[in-house]
């Protein structure tokens, strides 16, 4: 697993360490940053009305680590957009997509 830098700092997680997620034990590989969100601790989000509730740091990890870890729960993936011209992209306000992961 990847741990988001200022996250792992805060924890003193370093390269090569193995964390404990509930009973599974992950290797830290590296440590690393991204330009999508503020970082930890900044990093918490809520979309309203929403049972999307993001307050604690972010990692990274491997699909087959991701299932196990969601214990048989749905998962989801959030992309962030921007649009060329907002303005002529009404058709995707409003819409959401329901996607089958990836065999």
């Known amino acids: 697993m990847v741990v988001e830098r200022a ?3 805060a924890l003193g997680i370093h390269v090569d360490d193995t964390v404990n997620i509930d009973g599974h034990p992950l290797l830290v590989i590296g440590t690393a940053v991204t330009a999508a969100r503020a970082t930890y601790p900044y990093a918490g989000w809520h979309y309203p009305g929403s049972v999307l509730v993001e307050r604690g740091g972010l990692v990274w990890v491997d699909r087959g680590d991701m299932a196990t870890l969601a214990g048989g729960q749905p998962l989801s993936y959030t992309l962030n957009l921007k649009l060329a011209d907002p303005a002529a992209s009404t058709t995707y306000a409003g819409r959401s997509c329901t996607c ?3 065999p």
């Open 7 to 9: 996250f792992a700092d």
């Open 100 to 102: 089958s992961p990836e």
